[in-house]
C-alpha cells in the first residue's frame, strides 16, 4: 500500500490546488451567468474552446517528452532548456502565422474581425467599446503564447514532487484571475474582453514566478540531440492532442452552429443557436467536478506510473489504481448527479443570485451524461500508462483519431436531431470508445490485470442509481430525501467494495 500511498498523497495536493483552484475560478461561472446573456457566454465557450484546440498546436507534445526525457536527472537541466528554448520559438512563430490568417480564423472562434462590440448585456454594457473580434484574438493569442512558457516549468515542479509551490503558483494565477474579472466587470463595466484580460495578466504574472523558481534549469545546454529525441516522442500527441481537443470543444461549435429550424423544434423560437451555446457552455462547467476529480488523479498519475514502470509489481498496482479510481469517481458521479437541482439553487449572496442563473436550467439534463463522458476519459488515462512505458505514442494517435471521427461525424448527424443531448452522446460514445482500445492496446504491449468487468458493474450500478433517483417524483418519500438515502446506501457499498479490494491486496 505503500506506493498507492505515494499516489494518494500526490494526487491530495496536487488536487487540493486544483480543487481550490478550479472553486475560487468557478465562482465566476455564476457571475458570467448573472452578468452575461446566453449568447455572450456562448462567445466565453467558443474562445476557450479554441484556446484548448491551440494550446496543442502551441505546445507540440512537449510537456510528455519533458517528463520522458526530464526523470533522468543528471540531464534534466539540459532537456529543460532545449525544450523550453524550443516552445519560445514554436510558439511566437505560431503566432505570427496566426496574426497573418487571422481574417481566416477569428470568425471560425465566433469574432469576426469586421465587426465590434463585446456581446454583452446590461450590466456590462458600459466601459470598453473599442474592442473589436480583432483584439479579442490578439488577446486569445497572448494567452496562448504565454501557457505555453508555462507548461516544462510546471511539468518540472511535478517531476521533482515540489506539489506545494505547484500549488501556491496554480492559486496565484487563478486569485489574480477572478480578482481582475470581478473589478473590470462590476467596477468598470467592461464586457466579454475582461474575461480575456484578466486571463492575460494572470498567466504572465505565472510565467514571471516559474521563471525565478525554475531558474537554475536554465543552466544546462541546448542540444540538437536531446531536441531529435523530444520530438519524436512528443510529435505523437500533436494529433493525438489534437484529437482530444476535438473530442472536448466540437460539441460547443456544433451547437453554435444548429440550424435556426432545429433550434425551433426543440427549444422554441425564443432561442438562437448562441443562446443554447451559453447554455451548453454552462452546463459542461456543472460537469467540472469530474473533471477536477480526473485531473487530480491525472496530475499524479503520470509522474507516479514512471517512476514504478520499473518495479516488479508495477502492472498489479495499477490495475489496484484502476479500481480505487473508480470507486472515487463513482461517489463524484452519484453526488452531483443525484443532487444536481440542488445544487445549481445554491445562493450566493454578493451576487444576489444563485450558483446558475435560472435562464441557463433548462439544459441540467445533459449534466448527467457529462459526468460519465468524462469518467471513461479517467479510464483513457488509466490504461495509457502502459503504452506510455513502452513508448507506443504512435498508437496514441491512432486512438484518438478514431475518437475525432466519431465526435465529428456524431454531431453532425445527432446535434441537428437532439441538439444539447445529441452533443453529449456523442461525447460519451467517444470517449467509452477510446477507452476501449487503449485497453485493447495496453493488454497487447503491457498486460496488467485490470478488473474490467467489476469496475464496469460499477460505473453501470452507479448509473443505475442516478436514473432511480431522478425518477423519484410524488410518492411516500419526498424526492430530496430518497435521493439522500440512495447516497448513503451507495456510499455504503462503494465502501464495501474498496474494504473487498484492500483485503484481496493483502492476501496476494
Not at 474581425?113 to 474592442?131: D, F, M, P, Y
Not at 473530442?247 to 427549444?267: H, K, T
Request: net charge positive; glycine share 8%; charged share 10%.
Amino acid at each position: 500500500m505503500g506506493k498507492l500511498r505515494e499516489l494518494f498523497s500526490d494526487t491530495l495536493v496536487y488536487g487540493i490546488s486544483s480543487v481550490a483552484a478550479r472553486f475560487i475560478n468557478y465562482l465566476l461561472v455564476p457571475f458570467y451567468t448573472k452578468f452575461f446573456d446566453p449568447s455572450a457566454y456562448g462567445i466565453i465557450g467558443l474562445i476557450y474552446g479554441a484556446i484548448v484546440f491551440l494550446n496543442v498546436l502551441f505546445t507540440f507534445g512537449m510537456e510528455s517528452s519533458y517528463l520522458r526525457y526530464g526523470a533522468d536527472r543528471e540531464k534534466a537541466r539540459n532537456v529543460f532548456k532545449t525544450v523550453q528554448i524550443s516552445l519560445l520559438g514554436g510558439a511566437t512563430i505560431l503566432v505570427l502565422l496566426s496574426w497573418l490568417f487571422m481574417p481566416l480564423l477569428a470568425p471560425l472562434v465566433g469574432l469576426d474581425a469586421a465587426t465590434g462590440g463585446s456581446g454583452v448585456t446590461s450590466a456590462a454594457t458600459q466601459g470598453i467599446h473599442n474592442l473589436t473580434g480583432e483584439h479579442l484574438f490578439y488577446l486569445m493569442l497572448a494567452i496562448l503564447w504565454l501557457d505555453a512558457l508555462s507548461m516544462v516549468p510546471f511539468a518540472e515542479l511535478r517531476l521533482v514532487r515540489k506539489s506545494f509551490t505547484y500549488a501556491f503558483i496554480r492559486m496565484g494565477n487563478v486569485i489574480i484571475n477572478v480578482s481582475l474579472n470581478l473589478y473590470l466587470v462590476i467596477v468598470l463595466g467592461w464586457g466579454i474582453e475582461a474575461v480575456l484580460i484578466s486571463n492575460v495578466a494572470a498567466s504572465f504574472c505565472t510565467v514571471l514566478v516559474l521563471s525565478g523558481v525554475t531558474a537554475h534549469m536554465y543552466r544546462g545546454a541546448w542540444s540538437p540531440d536531446i531536441l531529435r529525441r523530444a520530438l519524436w516522442f512528443g510529435l505523437p500527441y500533436i494529433p493525438a492532442g489534437l484529437s482530444h481537443a476535438v473530442n472536448e470543444v466540437l460539441g460547443r461549435f456544433a451547437v453554435n452552429n444548429m440550424p435556426q429550424q432545429s433550434v425551433d423544434r426543440l427549444y422554441g423560437s425564443h432561442y438562437t443557436a448562441d443562446d443554447i451555446t451559453g447554455i451548453f457552455n454552462a452546463c459542461i462547467k456543472l460537469s467540472v467536478f469530474m473533471l477536477l476529480a480526473v485531473q487530480m488523479f491525472r496530475m499524479a498519475w503520470l509522474p507516479f506510473f514512471m517512476r514504478q514502470s520499473g518495479s516488479d509489481d508495477a502492472r498489479q498496482t495499477f490495475a489496484e489504481v484502476f479500481t480505487w479510481f473508480n470507486i472515487a469517481a463513482a461517489v463524484v458521479f452519484i453526488g452531483v448527479g443525484l443532487f444536481i437541482e440542488q445544487i445549481v439553487q445554491i445562493r450566493i449572496p454578493l451576487l444576489d443570485g444563485s450558483l446558475i442563473d435560472p435562464r441557463y436550467w433548462m439544459g441540467l439534463y445533459i449534466v448527467p451524461w457529462l459526468l460519465m463522458a468524462y469518467w471513461f476519459q479517467g479510464w483513457f488515462l488509466n490504461f495509457m500508462a502502459g503504452v506510455f512505458i513502452e513508448e507506443k505514442m504512435w498508437h496514441l494517435s491512432g486512438i484518438t483519431i478514431i475518437g475525432a471521427i466519431i465526435t465529428i461525424a456524431g454531431n453532425i448527424l445527432m446535434v441537428p436531431l437532439f441538439g444539447m443531448q445529441g452533443a453529449v452522446w456523442v461525447t460519451l460514445a467517444c470517449f467509452f470508445s477510446m477507452a476501449m482500445l487503449m485497453y485493447l492496446l495496453t493488454q497487447r504491449v503491457y498486460h496488467a490485470p485490470y478488473k474490467l468487468a467489476k469496475n464496469g458493474m460499477i460505473v453501470i450500478a452507479s448509473g443505475l442509481v442516478v436514473a432511480v433517483g431522478h425518477g423519484f417524483g410524488t410518492g411516500f418519500f419526498e424526492p430530496l430525501f430518497a435521493k439522500l438515502v440512495l447516497f448513503v446506501v451507495s456510499l455504503l457499498l462503494l465502501t464495501i467494495v474498496g474494504i473487498l479490494e484492500r483485503r484481496n491486496r493483502f492476501q496476494m
